[in-house]
């Protein structure tokens, strides 16, 4: 049984920077992201990098704010959210999968609220 931990999320003003972690349990080659959702709204997907980190994408609302990369041991991704707005206020899901497409996720964390205040 795969099982993914979050940690990191908390409440910040517009404009201040968070640092979301997620470390993946077992030893499969994973695509690991992460997405969110809103109070009200669907599931959306953020960000997703490749097993060898090489590869990466984001949805364009985070381009230039948020940073996916993974740690040494591979199985632990970190997100950096720089500038963030009210609207990235959601509970944000790690994920993880074996299909190469980061948008398809076989494994979920708990997620992690993050609340940016205006």
């Known amino acids: 049984q795969v099982q993914l931990v979050e940690s990191g999320g908390g409440l910040v003003q517009a404009g201040g920077s968070l640092r979301l972690s997620c470390t993946a349990s077992?030893?499969?080659?994973?695509?690991m992201g992460w997405f969110r959702q809103a109070p009200g709204k669907e599931r959306e997907f953020v960000v997703g990098i490749s097993w060898s980190g090489g590869r990466t994408s984001y949805t364009d609302s985070v381009k230039g704010r948020f940073a996916i990369s993974r740690g040494n041991a591979k199985n632990t991704v970190y997100l950096q959210m720089n500038r963030l707005k009210p609207e990235d206020t959601a509970v944000y899901f790690c994920?993880?999968?074996?299909?190469?497409?980061?948008?398809?996720?076989?494994?979920w964390g708990k997620g992690t609220l993050v609340t940016v205040s205006s």
């Open positions: 077992g030893r499969r080659s994973f695509t």
């Open positions: 994920g993880a999968g074996v299909d190469s497409d980061p948008s398809v996720m076989d494994y």
